[in-house]
Structure formats: structure tokens, C-alpha cells
């Protein structure tokens, strides 16, 4: 045999060889980034959770003091305005008792 063909057959050998040698690698290199990739994304996606939860209380928390102080002022307000006709009735009551009493006299 030529030193032509030898030559050929050994490079021939050794790229299949190498192959297949190279691809377990590469497979395993990408299992890990593929890993690394989905681990960075989870993480990530936590950040955004905790960004939004901590956004919604936030404004839910502003929301809720809003309407209690709302409803604050209006109970605070329909009281006023009870006691004032109350007050307003009482003393009609008590003039027309007065008067009935001043005229019996």
C-alpha cells in the first residue's frame, strides 16, 4: 500500500473518531447551558413576581386608605348632619312644650 492511501485512511479514521468523541461533549455542554439558561429565567421571573406583588399591595394598601378616610369623612358627616336635626327637632319640641305650658298658666 501507497503512503497515499494509508495517509488517507488514518486521517478518515481519526475524523470519525474525533466525532464522535466531540459530539458527547458538546451534547453535555449544551445540557448544562440549557440549565444555566432555564435557572437565570426562573430567577428572573421570581424578580418580576415579587416586583408586581409588592406593586398590587402597594396600590391596594393606598386604595384601602383612600376609601376608609372616604368613608370616614361621610360618616363623620352624616353624623354632623343627624345631630344638628336632632337638636334642630328637640328644640322645637321644647318651645312648643314651653309654650303650651306658659299658656295653661
Not at 16 to 41: M, V
Amino acid at each position: 500500500m501507497s503512503f497515499g492511501k494509508n495517509f488517507s485512511r488514518l486521517v478518515l479514521a481519526l475524523a470519525i473518531a474525533s466525532t464522535s468523541f466531540a459530539l458527547p461533549r458538546q451534547a453535555d455542554q449544551s445540557a448544562k447551558q440549557d440549565t444555566k439558561t432555564a435557572a437565570q429565567e426562573t430567577k428572573d421571573a421570581a424578580k418580576h413576581t415579587g416586583r408586581a406583588v409588592k406593586t398590587t399591595t402597594k396600590k391596594t394598601g393606598h386604595r384601602v386608605k383612600k376609601t376608609t378616610q372616604s368613608a370616614g369623612h361621610h360618616v363623620k358627616k352624616t353624623t354632623k348632619s343627624a345631630t344638628h336635626k336632632v337638636a334642630s327637632k328637640t328644640r322645637q319640641g321644647a318651645q312648643k312644650v314651653e309654650g303650651k305650658t306658659q299658656t295653661n298658666q
